[in-house]
Nanobody
Framework: VQLVESGGGLVQPGGSLSLSCATS????????MSWYRQAPGKEREFVAF????????NYADSVKGRFTISRDNAKTTVYLQMNSLKPGDTAVYYC???WGPGGSWGQGTQVTVSS
């Protein structure tokens, strides 16, 4: 199982970023997917969820209305569009697949929101 996040970077408050998580090694189209984040000194927290066919999504209250999770099953990739970014969104962002013992995580991509 392999999950590789990309798209992070430095952005000013109010800006946007689009994250991608390319996957392989498991049946992506049958698997729900999630994004999590971990800020310095804090525990990893849930950000967004998408069902296997993309018909159901769920978001943390802190990102609802600003972030959008989506997926392309043909490309076995999940995305996170982040708009109206705030300094509090600064964190390492991880994608997660409930596959394998304890689930599978990517290596993370750093998002820094700062002026």
């Amino acid at each position: 199982v392999q999950l590789v996040e990309s798209g992070g970077g430095l952005v000013q408050p109010g800006g946007s970023l689009s994250l991608s998580c390319a996957t392989s090694g498991f049946p992506f189209s049958t698997s729900e997917m999630s994004w999590y984040r971990q800020a310095p000194g804090k525990e990893r927290e849930f950000v967004a969820f998408i069902s296997n066919l993309g018909r159901s999504t769920n978001y943390a209250d802190s990102v609802k209305g600003r972030f959008t999770i989506s997926r392309d099953n043909a490309k076995t990739t999940v995305y996170l569009q982040m708009n109206s970014l705030k300094p509090g969104d600064t964190a390492v962002y991880y994608c997660y697949a409930p596959w394998g013992p304890g689930g599978s995580w990517g290596q993370g991509t750093q998002v820094t929101v700062s002026s």
